[in-house]
C-alpha cells in the first residue's frame, strides 16, 4: 500500500482548545490535579537552520507522514509529591496543546504501563491497565482531534484529515499472566503493539534488567505466535538480549525495537546491542531511537540533546541502512524526574550499569513531544535527502506495520 506523501499538505494541523475530561465537573466527578505546562516547561531549543532550510523543513513536516513509535502523551502532576495520587485517582489527561505542536500523524500511545497503580502498588495488574485504557479511550471520544488507530488506512486518514491518530500499545504482556486468550481481548481493545516483557521478567521471558536472562519460555512462544496470528506487531525493547534474539527468530514477521539506543555509544542495561540491532533489521524490522532523559547520551559528553540522539540514529543506520531506523522518543508531558520520587521510586530505579544512574533532568531539543519538529530540522540541516528523511520519520514504520498488521 502506498501513500502520497503530500496528500495531506492542505489540511493544517490546528490547536485543539479541548482539555482533557472538560465533559466532567472537577471536585464532583473526579479529584483533579494541577497538571505541568505542555509547552515552555523548560527553555525551548529550536534547531538552527537558514531560511530556505527551515522551509524546507516545515514543508517536510506537513507533507509526510509523521509517526512517533512509542511515547506517552500523558500530563504530569505539577507537583511531583501528588504523582502517584493522581494516578490512583485513574483520570489520567492526554497533552492536546502538545500533541498540535508537534506535527505528528501517529503516536503509538503506551498509557501508564507497569504504572498503573491504581488497585497494587507493583503495577502491571489486568484491572489497572484496562481501566487506564478504558478511561483515556472515553476522554479521546469527546473530541474529534486525536482519533484511535488500528489499520493503516486509519493512520493515512488521520495524516490526511490534520488529525493525530493514536496506536494503543502495552511495553509488556505481563497483564496477560498465564492466559493467551487475554492477547485477543487486548487486540479486541485496540492494542496494535506489545512487547512481552517489561524490564524485569515475566512468564514469558527475561527482561533486561534481570542478572541472568533465561530467554523465551514456552508460554512465550505460544504468545509470540498468537500475536502473529492476530497482527500484533511485536516490541523487544525491553527484552534481555537472549529473550529479543529468541522472539525476533521465533516470530513469523519483523519486530520492533520501538525505543532504544546503541549500547556501543552508550552502555545503558536498556540499550540493545549491536547482535540484536543486526537480528532486528535482517527480519525486516525496524528500530526507534528513544529520547527520555539519561538513555541515548554519548560517552564522554555530558549533555543529553538532539544532537546525542542523532548519534545514536546515525550510528544505527551505519550499521543496518536507513530503511530500518525510526524514531520513539518515549517522552511526556511535565517534570521527567517524577518517577523516581514517592513510594514506587525503588521499582523504577534502573539496573545493574553505572550508566543507568546518570541523571539528566530533561533533553535540550526534545524535551517532550511538541519539540518533534527538531528531528525533521536536524536531518535537513545534517543533507538528509527528503526521501531519506520522508523514511525516517514515518514511512520505514508504514512499511513494517504493512508486513504485520493483518487488516
Known amino acids: 500500500m502506498s501513500h502520497d506523501p503530500g496528500a495531506g499538505s492542505a489540511a493544517s494541523r490546528r490547536r485543539e482548545p479541548y482539555t482533557s475530561f472538560q465533559y466532567l465537573e472537577p471536585g464532583a466527578d473526579y479529584r483533579a490535579f494541577t497538571l505541568s505546562p505542555q509547552l515552555g516547561r523548560v527553555e525551548s531549543y529550536v534547531v538552527p537552520l537558514g531560511e530556505d532550510e527551515a522551509g524546507r523543513a516545515d514543508r517536510l513536516s506537513a507533507d509526510s507522514l509523521a509517526i512517533s513509535l512509542h511515547d506517552h502523551s500523558d500530563i504530569t502532576p505539577l507537583h511531583p509529591e501528588d504523582n502517584w495520587e493522581n494516578i490512583r485517582e485513574g483520570h489520567i489527561a492526554t497533552g492536546y496543546e502538545g500533541l498540535a505542536a508537534s506535527g505528528l500523524d501517529v ?30 479511550f472515553c476522554d479521546w471520544a469527546h473530541q474529534d482531534f486525536v482519533v484511535r488507530a488500528e489499520t493503516v488506512n486509519d493512520l493515512l486518514r488521520a495524516h490526511d484529515n490534520g488529525q493525530v491518530a493514536m496506536v494503543p500499545c502495552l511495553e509488556a504482556a505481563t497483564p496477560i499472566e498465564n492466559e493467551l486468550d487475554r492477547i485477543d481481548i487486548l487486540y479486541g481493545l485496540g492494542v496494535r503493539l506489545m512487547g512481552l516483557v517489561y524490564s524485569e521478567s515475566n512468564a514469558l521471558g527475561s527482561g533486561c534488567r534481570e542478572p541472568g536472562d533465561g530467554g523465551l519460555t514456552v508460554l512465550g512462544r505460544h504468545a509470540v505466535d498468537r500475536m502473529n496470528k492476530l497482527g500484533i506487531l511485536i516490541d523487544v525493547s525491553h527484552a534481555g538480549d537472549r529473550t529479543s534474539l529468541e522472539i525476533i527468530a521465533a516470530s513469523r514477521v519483523p519486530v520492533c525495537i520501538s525505543h532504544s539506543g546503541a549500547r556501543a555509544l552508550w552502555p545503558l ?26 538513555t541515548t547520551m554519548v560517552k564522554d559528553q555530558p549533555e543529553h540533546t538532539i544532537d546525542s540522539i542523532m548519534a545514536h540514529y546515525e550510528y544505527c543506520v551505519d550499521l543496518v541502512g536507513i530503511d530500518h531506523v525510526t524514531f520513539g522518543p518515549d517522552v511526556f508531558f511535565g517534570d521527567h524526574s517524577i518517577w523516581y520520587q514517592g513510594e514506587n521510586s525503588d521499582l523504577l530505579a534502573s539496573g545493574y550499569s553505572e550508566y543507568d544512574d546518570v541523571y539528566v533532568e530533561y533533553v535540550k531539543g526534545l524535551e517532550n513531544l511538541s519539540e518533534f519538529p527538531n528531528i525533521v530540522r536536524w536531518l535537513v540541516g545534517h543533507g538528509y535527502s527528503d526521501d531519506e528523511i520522508v523514511k525516517a520519520i514515518g514511512g520505514n514504520t508504514l512499511g513494517l506495520l504493512q508486513q504485520v498488521w493483518t487488516r
Request: glycine share 12%; aromatic share 8%; hydrophobic share 40%.
Open 269 to 294: 542495561t536498556k540499550a540493545k546491542d549491536d547482535a540484536t540491532i543486526k537480528a532486528c533489521a535482517e527480519r525486516g524490522g525496524v528500530i526507534g531511537i528513544e529520547a527520555a532523559p539519561g
Open 107 to 136: 503516536v503509538f500511545e503506551n498509557f501508564l504501563d507497569g504504572t498503573s497503580s491504581i488497585t497494587s502498588k507493583m503495577g502491571w495488574k489486568w484491572q489497572d491497565v484496562i481501566h487506564d485504557l478504558g478511561m483515556r
